[in-house]
């Protein structure tokens, strides 16, 4: 079995980890930077380091530490909100353009009335009245009008603030990724400032600007909506290319683990992109298997157990291994020997099961010649989950989730 070594220097609880311009957005699970900071410092390939890929980027946090450990990087993933996210967090806009139509800005406010709204269809967002006031909306309309007459190399810089806005102006509740509608004593006393929430975003991602401006190396961060599940384009990554993975894949599917596409939705919709109502179906695990497609020693006995419990739970968790292993097997040719891989997965409860990931990605990197260095865990100081959650959906029946992350680092061999 693979050894695991418990590591409180991991844990980060007093860290900031809204550095840089990891500020811009939330984003669900997100890495903190610290882990992938210490994890390129620590394990990144003696000698040649020259670039660092992330398979599942999210939000883009190991592309903005390896921007500033000099490291090129590329980046993919098929939701589009994290590949919006990800582009902004690593280009080096310009300072003095940015704080020019700052000033305009701070006076949105003032120059502001209903009747200027021109673009007032919003039937692009599913239910749109259910989940905004018409203010609300014409508000957030108007910002968006406004960011259309900015620049095109710094629109993302706007639009990144604006993103994070369409999400916290609606009626959703806080605290939470799903889409839960808040209660009738909590929309009594919701009356967001519009225009002053979107100028506090803009300046606190101004602050993270500069602050990685500062410190980041002159290197590329390229960005693609790949699904490594299906293949890896050779025109992008050839065999042998990658010195460097730093990354932290799904814990299971979209719809019973943490709620990318629910979250992702707000944005995707309101900025037109593709695939927002069946993001869930697409990411991995999303589409139903019945038949497993891997061969596993370390976590065969949890399977097992799953697939006695409820068979539709076993066959949710045996889709999302089946693409996990997919991934698996494109992403190792592409590694070159002695290259790095860094995995920071969680290990979930399905059904008072708890599926060890980290043995289950260990045992299929080693089928694709890597070799196993070691596997630290850390505590999750504070995730946005849970505490603890029903197996059955029964009152009473609780069972703790997830307090803990595990890094696997290996060793590619061959």
């Not at 967002?125 to 018409?134: D, G, L, V």
């Not at 500069?210 to 693609?224: C, E, H, P």
């Amino acid at each position: 079995m693979y050894k695991r070594t418990i590591d409180n220097n991991w844990n980060f609880r007093t860290s900031n980890t809204k550095e840089y311009t990891h500020c811009y957005h939330t984003y669900p699970a997100m890495m903190i930077p610290q882990v992938a900071r210490t994890l390129i410092h620590n394990f990144r390939p003696k000698g040649k380091c020259e670039l660092l890929f992330d398979p599942y980027m999210g939000s883009g946090t190991s592309l903005v530490e390896a921007s500033l450990f000099g490291i090129n990087s590329i980046g993919t993933d098929i939701n589009p909100l994290a590949r919006l996210i990800s582009k902004t967090k690593t280009m080096p806009f310009d300072i003095k353009k940015i704080e020019y139509i700052l000033s305009k800005i701070q006076l949105l406010s003032f120059s502001y009335t209903p009747n200027q709204v021109t673009q007032r269809d919003f039937s692009r967002i599913s239910n749109h009245t259910f989940w905004y006031s018409e203010d609300i909306l014409l508000k957030l309309s108007y910002i968006s009008s406004f960011i259309e007459t900015i620049d095109e190399d710094v629109k993302l810089f706007f639009n990144i603030a604006l993103s994070e806005m369409v999400r916290e102006c609606s009626f959703t509740r806080n605290g939470e990724f799903k889409r839960f509608k808040m209660n009738e004593k909590q929309l009594k006393n919701f009356n967001p400032d519009v225009f002053a929430l979107f100028e506090y975003k803009v300046m606190r991602n101004l602050n993270g600007l500069k602050m990685f401006l500062m410190d980041r190396k002159n290197v590329s961060s390229k960005i693609y909506d790949f699904d490594t599940v299906s293949s890896i384009p050779q025109n992008i990554l050839q065999k042998n290319s990658v010195d460097m993975i730093v990354t932290s894949p799904p814990y299971g599917d979209s719809r019973t683990t943490v709620a990318y596409g629910q979250f992702s939705r707000w944005a995707n919709e309101w900025f037109g992109f593709s695939n927002a109502k069946i993001l869930d179906n697409i990411l991995m695990g999303g589409k139903k298997q019945q038949k497993e497609t891997f061969e596993t020693k370390t976590i065969r006995e949890q399977i097992d157990q799953i697939k006695d419990i409820n068979i539709t739970r076993y066959f949710e968790v045996i889709s999302f291994l089946n693409d996990y292993h997919c991934s698996i097997k494109n992403i190792a040719p592409i590694v070159r020997n002695n290259g790095k891989i860094c995995y920071v997965v969680g290990n979930r409860n399905v059904k008072g099961v708890q599926i060890p990931l980290d043995y289950f990605t260990a045992e299929m990197f080693e089928k694709y010649g890597f070799k196993h260095e070691q596997t630290i865990v850390r505590t999750i100081p504070s995730k946005r989950m849970p505490s603890k959650t029903s197996p059955s959906n029964k009152v009473g029946e609780k069972i703790s989730t997830m307090s803990n992350e595990y890094i696997v680092i290996m060793t590619k061999s061959i």
